[in-house]
């Protein structure tokens, strides 16, 4: 079983819907990445966060650490949004390297 | 600002061969990681560099890698002889901490990696 497990794996909404990709972890960390990857293209860190809520133009993420769950929103979702969305962490005492889910691919149709 | 590049973008070679992957990190970060994509797979981490020394080579699948990264600046992974798993994408990263906090990690396009 993965130490980070992302739900769900697949997700395709019209153009305008609210979406939601969950995260869960098992392990103690210090911080969690949600990172965003388009068909072909390189890797972009979205947000960065260790309690609470962050907010980025229309991306909202939590996490609650006592749940070890996160979650990623995004509103009023658009065709642009398409694209792999990664969830990573970084454990407790293990330095910065990063241990990633396998990531929610998400189509918008327009 | 340049970001973090990757050369080359795609590599295909046969199994047996050699290849030879750089990353060029944010210039001024301390911090390089390198990580890994197989297919159908998370993406992995392989190590991590502080300046030149490897502060964690936890993740390198076994003694055909070698990462270098000679005067703390840009870093090669070298797979030699390349096997039929080692097909991926390779993912390099750069990072530097502040004392108000720690910033996230930036990563480059990535070098995918066919070993035929």
């Known amino acids: 079983k993965n130490e980070v497990e992302q739900s769900p794996q697949n997700l395709t909404a019209q153009e305008g819907e609210f979406i939601t990709i969950n995260c869960s972890y098992s392990?103690?960390?210090?911080?969690l990445h949600w990172l965003q990857q388009h068909p072909g293209g390189g890797i972009v860190s979205l947000f960065m966060l260790s309690s609470g809520k962050k907010k980025h133009g229309r991306l909202i993420a939590t996490i609650n650490i006592q749940e070890k769950h996160s979650s990623l929103h995004i509103t009023a979702s658009h065709p642009r949004d398409s694209a792999v969305y990664i969830c990573a962490v970084i454990r407790e005492s293990s330095g910065d390297k990063l241990t990633f889910g396998t990531g929610t691919r998400l189509a918008v149709r327009p | 600002e340049a970001g973090v590049t990757q050369f080359p973008s795609h590599s295909v070679i046969e199994k047996g061969q050699t290849v030879t992957l750089r990353c060029d990190p944010i210039?001024?970060?301390?911090?390089l990681y390198w990580y890994r994509r197989v297919m159908g797979k998370e993406i992995k981490f392989l190590l991590h560099?502080?300046?030149?020394?490897?502060?964690?080579e936890s993740g390198m699948p076994n003694n055909r890698f070698l990462a270098e990264r000679t005067g703390g600046t840009y870093s090669t992974l070298k797979v030699q002889p390349a096997e039929l798993e080692d097909s991926g994408v390779y993912f390099c990263a750069s990072s530097q901490d502040f004392r108000e906090g720690r910033l996230g990690q930036f990563f480059g396009p990535g070098t995918r990696l066919t070993v035929l």
């Open positions: 392990v103690g960390i210090s911080a």
């Open positions: 210039s001024g970060h301390d911090n």
């Open positions: 560099f502080v300046k030149e020394s490897k502060q964690d």
